[in-house]
């Protein structure tokens, strides 16, 4: 079984700073590909960020400049620091991992989302 757990959501005025935390728990072998989503209220749920197992990453252009994605596999956990917050940014933030558990496969594992709201 494996759990996926975020922390670090809250309330920020714009222009303010968040940092996500999301730490991968359970029988696993390997993690592979690490992401940020986020949805907002009536909206779909959308891609963020993402960082491979190279250590490169891709970005929303709503992201860009704005927030940083890592990742630490000793800890098994996924970061996003988020900088200039703006209102749009207000969302529901959830973390995706593609964990190997075994010698079969290797599938996606969601977090539980994790709060973002940006206002004065």
């Known amino acids: 079984q494996v759990q996926l757990v975020e922390s670090g959501g809250g309330l920020v005025q714009p222009g303010g700073s968040l940092r996500l935390s999301c730490a991968a728990s359970?029988?696993?072998?390997?993690?592979?590909?690490m992401g940020w989503y986020r949805q907002a209220p009536g909206q779909p749920r959308e891609l963020v960020a993402t960082?491979?197992?190279?250590?490169?990453?891709t970005y929303a252009d709503s992201a860009k400049g704005r927030f940083t994605i890592s990742r630490d596999n000793a800890k098994k956990t996924v970061y996003l620091q988020m900088n200039s917050l703006k209102s749009e940014d207000t969302a529901v933030y959830y973390c995706?991992?593609?964990?190997?558990?075994?010698?079969?496969?290797?599938?996606?594992?969601w977090g539980q989302g994790t709060q973002v709201t940006v206002s004065s």
């Open positions: 960082i491979f197992t190279s250590g490169s990453t």
């Open positions: 995706k991992m593609t964990i190997r558990t075994s010698a079969v496969g290797a599938y996606d594992y």
């Open positions: 359970g029988s696993i072998r390997s993690i592979y590909t």
